[in-house]
């Protein structure tokens, strides 16, 4: 005797799940991020990080 819950088992059962999952959370994000392009350092230079610099480091 079988069950007739209507859930496959095995790998087709694996891509049903995630693309539901997919169409609930949708992808939000995005194919390359900020720190893999080529856009330079923004941030604060290693001068302003030493200059305010924990009295404990020194």
Same mark, same amino acid.
């Given at each position: 005797?079988? =069950?007739? =819950?209507?859930? *496959?088992?095995?790998?087709?059962?694996?891509?049903?799940?995630?693309?539901?999952?997919?169409?609930?959370?949708?992808?939000?994000?995005? *194919?390359?991020? =900020?720190? *893999?392009?080529?856009?330079?350092?923004?941030?604060? =230079?290693?001068?302003?990080?030493?200059?305010?610099?924990?009295?404990?480091? *020194?």
């Amino acid at each position: 005797m079988t =069950s007739d =819950s209507g859930d *496959e088992a095995g790998p087709a059962a694996g891509w049903r799940v995630k693309r539901k999952i997919d169409d609930v959370f949708g992808d939000d994000l995005p *194919e390359v991020t =900020s720190d *893999e392009c080529d856009q330079g350092h923004t941030g604060a =230079s290693k001068d302003w990080y030493e200059a305010n610099r924990p009295p404990h480091y *020194e």
